[in-house]
């Protein structure tokens, strides 16, 4: 029933923002330049990488070394409005159409961080991974690492239609609201140290 939601509900949103998709393109390639699309493996359902496809949002500013220089440095005001609307992650509708990816899910994070989980925190890895989950609704970017991977477990031992419905409904407040997009202090957020 989930798999075959998301994958009406993404061909769907696919065709109706199309025109979005494009003028998106369009801006991403005049204000941040090429490749318009970031790409990154992440790991998916059992741990399993995939690639993650979003709409960039960071320039690829060097410094004198050739060294990429911080994330504070290279995000810029437009990108900070594709992350802070969400508008940033339409591309990952082609991973959910492609199975990588649900609707809702615990969000899925770097590949570096799978041997720092405790047996608990890997369980979030027992479902697909998601454009949005439980954790983004209690408080996005702007909780503890631990209190982000307790709330995706908690999603995993309660996971339902039910409750997927109301993480979508939720979503859209939380993105009109624009309210946990970053970590305090931060221009995106702390990595994860165990």
Avoid at 103 to 122: D, H, I, K, N
Avoid at 131 to 152: M, S
Wanted: glycine share 8%; net charge positive; hydrophobic share 45%.
């Amino acid at each position: 029933m989930k798999r075959l939601f998301d994958i009406a509900t993404a061909t769907v949103l696919s065709v109706l923002l199309l025109p979005v998709f494009i003028v998106l393109c369009v801006l991403v390639r005049t204000k941040l330049g090429s490749p318009i699309v970031f790409r990154q493996v992440r790991p998916g359902l059992h741990g399993r990488p995939f690639t993650l496809i979003k709409f960039r949002t960071m320039t690829d500013a060097r410094n004198g070394d050739g060294e990429l220089l911080s994330d504070a440095q290279r995000l810029t005001p437009f990108g900070r409005f594709l992350r802070s609307t969400s508008l940033d992650e339409l591309p990952e509708l082609w991973n959910v159409l492609r199975g990588e990816m649900s609707f809702v899910g615990p969000r899925p994070l770097l590949l570096e961080y799978l041997p720092l989980y405790s047996p608990r925190q890997a369980r979030r890895h027992e479902v697909r991974p998601g454009i949005t989950g439980w954790a983004q609704v209690n408080g996005r970017n702007a909780l503890a690492w631990e209190d982000r991977l307790e709330l995706d477990v908690w999603y995993v031992e309660n996971r339902s239609m039910i409750l997927d419905l109301k993480i979508l409904f939720l979503t859209v407040g939380r993105v009109i609201s624009r309210k946990g997009v970053t970590a305090e202090g931060s221009a995106t957020v702390e990595k994860f140290k165990g």
